[in-house]
């Protein structure tokens, strides 16, 4: 790590001595430098200077060398918790005869920095809009340090503060497993005309804890239901055949297993801090929904999300309108690559489809009068909108929430999707299996629900807005990973590939 020593040098009163006016002015000169600071791989000096000022600017570490010496021992084995120890300074904070001034405001940053990862995690790269301005922060990191650093064992503070859930317990299991299996684990297998055969598909099955050990099982059906658990732990379809998706989760490299669970990791400790009594959560890579009621699964469903060409953007955001009987306008995307070629084919497309033309000023117009021959992506003055019910591509109802991204979560007429285990097909939209289940919780009446569940098939419907009172957060995740009903890990596929 590149650093500039003469502005420290400047401010030491002797080489082994220093006072509190040298660190103040010196965090001083960090918070007003950032290349400075940058060049000593400080991030947010304001906070180590928040740290500081709490204690009056008086160094710490002189004082407390058994918590310091506990610090630098957890952060040696940072890797076994997907952390990475070079970025909290260690190799700098190892070496002998190191500047005091240098060595004390660096050690207290990367324990800063390293508490901080270790319980709330980063936000996560995936996370695309934060529309709640959601902070991962449910405690004072500087007050439960000054309240704990005279205790002596950092080792215990993590413990005490670390996330204590389920999926995190079992994510952080799996990941030391990986971490500290032999490489040749990892050697891709082949195809054989038994399961008895085939040993590196055993040994991989004794890993994943599927089959106790190798020569336990010699039976061809007991190593068929051990290969559906595996199936099982990954997402597929349990059919206990070695077909391509089978093979090729069991083909993963050990480094794409590692990323995708400490990128997890990372994710959970984020939201570590989500204490919202009420909310609404889409997984992308399950590509399911749950409404959360203290702390409590009240309603549960598939949904569809967006294709990896047309992908669901993972954010934070909240539920502020139930719309009722929506059109559907269509987006100029699909206008002109989708639906422009079947309207030049047959001007029919557009009645079958119960769709209407729009001009400028939203009047509806005949579409048999247009020449829609000559028209490209470049000419067509014209917006697409689709007659609301039953036949709607929306379905009967919708929910809205701020984004910058023009997607909602919405009801289909293509209900049999829902029963694909490859249920990414959407051009971004979330598309709901239990939609009026999900409006009768968020409004409260399930009458009128039902009600208007009634009137679908009416013609010339327009659309019954309502307010969702109070607003009810969203959030919409990019995790890779989940508890299954046995309480086991379970893999689901990064379909956009965003785990690097």
Not at 107 to 136: R, V, W
Not at 231 to 255: C, H, I, P, V
Not at 279 to 300: D, G, R
Request: hydrophobic share 35%; with cysteine; glycine share 4%.
């Amino acid at each position: 790590m590149k650093k500039v020593y003469f502005s420290i040098i400047l401010l030491l009163v002797s080489a082994t001595t220093f006072a509190q006016e040298n660190i103040e002015s010196l965090l001083k000169q960090l918070c007003e430098d950032p290349v400075f600071a940058k060049q000593l791989s400080i991030t947010e000096p304001s906070e180590l200077q928040d740290f500081y000022k709490d204690n009056n600017f008086r160094p710490i570490w002189h004082e407390n060398k058994a918590f310091q010496e506990s610090f630098i021992e957890e952060l040696r084995k940072a890797t076994q918790y997907g952390l990475n120890p070079p970025d909290y300074h260690f190799d700098y904070l190892i070496q002998p005869n190191i500047n005091q001034l240098e060595y004390e405001l660096l050690c207290t940053h990367a324990m800063l920095t390293y508490f901080s990862d270790f319980t709330f995690g980063c936000k996560p790269k995936t996370l695309a809009f934060n529309g709640i301005e959601y902070q991962n922060r449910s405690i004072n990191t500087p007050q439960i340090l000054h309240q704990n650093i005279k205790y002596g064992s950092f080792a215990k503070l993590l413990e005490k503060y670390q996330v204590s859930s389920q999926h995190y317990r079992k994510t952080l299991e799996v990941f030391q497993q990986l971490l500290n299996a032999p490489d040749s684990l990892f050697i891709p297998i082949n195809l054989s005309k038994t399961f008895v055969e085939n040993k590196g598909l055993q040994q991989k099955l004794v890993f994943w804890k599927c089959i106790e050990s190798l020569s336990t099982y010699e039976s061809e059906i007991i190593l068929t239901e051990a290969l559906k658990q595996f199936q099982e732990k990954f997402n597929l379809e349990s059919d206990g055949k070695l077909g391509t998706n089978t093979l090729k989760a069991l083909n993963l490299g050990k480094s794409q297993l590692l990323n995708q669970l400490k990128y997890d990791l990372n994710y959970i400790r984020f939201l570590n801090a989500w204490k919202f009594p009420t909310y609404l959560w889409v997984n992308i890579p399950s590509a399911e929904f749950s409404m959360i009621e203290a702390q409590t699964k009240t309603l549960s469903m598939r949904v569809i999300v967006g294709n990896p060409k047309t992908p669901t953007p993972s954010l934070i955001s909240t539920i502020k309108q139930c719309i009722f009987f929506p059109y559907w306008f269509v987006p100029s995307s699909i206008t002109i690559k989708e639906m422009l070629p079947q309207i030049q084919k047959d001007v029919n497309y557009l009645s079958n489809n119960s769709i209407q033309v729009l001009d400028q000023k939203w009047n509806v117009i005949d579409e048999t009068t247009l020449p829609w021959s000559s028209f490209n992506a470049k000419n067509f003055p014209y917006k697409l909108r689709q007659v609301a019910g039953c036949d709607n591509s929306l379905g009967i109802v919708k929910f809205n929430f701020d984004n910058p991204f023009t997607v909602y979560l919405h009801d289909t007429n293509a209900k049999k999707l829902f029963q694909k285990g490859n249920r990414w097909l959407s051009h971004g939209c979330i598309r709901l299996e239990k939609p009026t289940e999900l409006a009768e919780k968020l409004l409260g009446n399930p009458s009128l629900i039902q009600k208007l569940v009634t009137q679908q098939y009416e013609p010339d419907l327009k659309p019954i807005y309502f307010q969702v009172q109070p607003n009810v957060p969203l959030l919409i995740s990019y995790l890779c990973s989940g508890i299954n009903e046995k309480g086991d890990l379970i893999f689901y596929s990064d379909v956009y590939q965003k785990v690097r």
